[in-house]
C-alpha cells in the first residue's frame, strides 16, 4: 500500500508562499495524488488533484517530479483563513479504481499568523 | 448545489448500545463513501458503494459495523454494540464516478460519535 508520509506541522505568515511537502514511495501506477483541507468540525475539501509534473488551479498548484515518490502543494500568498489540516490523500482514483487502497496521510497542521 | 448531508452531527452513547449514522449525498452523485477519523488522524475508508452496490468493504469491520444503501441514494451505517474505542468521527463522501478521469470526492461535515 502506498503509505504517506507529511510534516506534522508548519507555520507561516500572511501573505508568504507555503510548500507543503507528501513522501509516497511506494505509489502505484495507476495511483492519483489528491491534497484536501479540513477545518475543525467539517469534513475534508477538495483542493487540487494531478498524477504527473504539474498542476495548478485557482487555489494551489501542485508539483509531482517524474518519479512520483513525493508531491508538493504550493499555496501563494496564505491568509489566516488557510489555518487549516491539509492532507495528501494516494490511491486509484478512477473510475472502477481499488478504492480500498485509498490512503490518507496523518496531515499537516498549517498555522498561519498576521 | 447542496453539499453532503450527515446526521446526527454529535451522538453520544453507552458501549454495548447500538448507533445509527445516515448520509444524503450530493445528488446525482452515484458513488458513496464512508470514512472513519480518529483524533489527529487522517480519514479511513470503511465502504463505498457504486449505486446501491458495495464495492469495497474489505476495511468494515463486519462483526459489529453494518452499512446499507438502499435505492442507490441515501446511506446508513450502523454500529451494534458499540465499544469504546468507536469513538471517532464518521464521514461520508460522495462523488460522480462518470469513467472520465479521475474522481473527486466530496464530504459531509461527519458524525461525531461518544461511546461511553
Known amino acids: 500500500l502506498a503509505k504517506t508520509t507529511q510534516p506534522v506541522s508548519m507555520d507561516s505568515y500572511e501573505g508568504q508562499e507555503v510548500n507543503i511537502t507528501c513522501s509516497h514511495n511506494n505509489i502505484a501506477t495507476n495511483d492519483y495524488i489528491t491534497w484536501y483541507q479540513q477545518f475543525p468540525s467539517q469534513g475534508p475539501r477538495f483542493i487540487i488533484q494531478?498524477?504527473?509534473t504539474k498542476v495548478t488551479n485557482e487555489v494551489a498548484s501542485l508539483f509531482i517530479p517524474a518519479d512520483r515518490k513525493s508531491s508538493t502543494l504550493s499555496l501563494p500568498r496564505v491568509s489566516l483563513s488557510d489555518t487549516a489540516v491539509y492532507y495528501c490523500?494516494?490511491?486509484?482514483?478512477?473510475?472502477?479504481?481499488?478504492?480500498?487502497?485509498?490512503?490518507f496521510g496523518t496531515g499537516t497542521l498549517l498555522a498561519v499568523q498576521p | 448545489e447542496a453539499g453532503v448531508v450527515q446526521s446526527p452531527r454529535y451522538k453520544i452513547i453507552e458501549k454495548k448500545q447500538p448507533v445509527a449514522f445516515w448520509c444524503n449525498p450530493i445528488s446525482g452523485h452515484n458513488t458513496l463513501y464512508w470514512y472513519l477519523q480518529n483524533l489527529g488522524q487522517g480519514p479511513e475508508l470503511l465502504i463505498r458503494?457504486?449505486?446501491?452496490?458495495?464495492?469495497?468493504d474489505s476495511q468494515l469491520p463486519k462483526d459489529r459495523f453494518s452499512a446499507e444503501r438502499l435505492k442507490g441514494v441515501d446511506s446508513t451505517l450502523k454500529i451494534q454494540p458499540a465499544e469504546l474505542g468507536d469513538s471517532a468521527v464518521y464521514l461520508c463522501a460522495s462523488s460522480d464516478r462518470t469513467g472520465v478521469g479521475a474522481d473527486t470526492q466530496y464530504f459531509g461535515p461527519g458524525t461525531r460519535l461518544t461511546v461511553l
Open positions: 458503494y457504486e449505486n446501491e452496490e458495495a464495492v469495497d
Open positions: 494531478g498524477y504527473k
Open positions: 490523500l494516494v490511491g486509484d482514483m478512477r473510475y472502477g479504481g481499488a478504492t480500498n487502497k485509498l490512503i
